[in-house]
């Protein structure tokens, strides 16, 4: 969706009338009587959302998060992607969170890398490290 594509949403509909602009209209303006909407300004500004729905290019959230989501990988993953027995974030290219999925049968070394209390248990019952 872009901007300049956009249509109104019902565009047989007559605009309301602008009152308050003088000549010819005396006393109250076309305002009518005392009230709200009858004193200057009284428009209520809209809430932040209907700004943003007016606004399509605004939309979401402009923050980064705190903290770069990381991929997962299990334990039973970690002998296929060892290199000479070592696993590092430069090795894998990317940040993983080790998890105890599976089962680890050799003896392998996680450097860097945040690992779950139940996969240090089977990295360390099968002879490796964590580091």
């Not at 209209?25 to 004193?39: A, D, E, I, P, Y």
């Not at 334990?75 to 998890?99: H, P, W, Y």
């Not at 050799?106 to 209390?117: D, F, I, N, R, W």
């Amino acid at each position: 969706m872009q901007l300049h594509t956009l249509k109104r949403n019902n565009p047989l509909k007559e605009a309301a009338p602008r009152v308050a602009r003088g000549g010819k209209r005396g006393h109250t303006s076309g305002r009518g009587q005392k009230g709200q909407r009858s004193r200057s300004g009284h428009r209520i500004r809209p809430a932040i959302r209907e700004l943003i729905r007016r606004l399509p290019k605004l939309r979401g959230h402009k923050n980064k998060p705190k903290s770069d989501k990381l991929d997962v990988l299990n334990v039973n993953d970690l002998e296929k992607r060892a290199v000479d027995g070592i696993i590092s974030q430069e090795i894998l290219g990317a940040k993983f969170k080790i998890l105890g999925g599976g089962e680890i049968k050799k003896a392998v070394t996680v450097k860097g890398l945040p690992v779950s209390e139940s996969a240090k248990k089977k990295i360390i019952a099968a002879g490796g490290k964590v580091e």
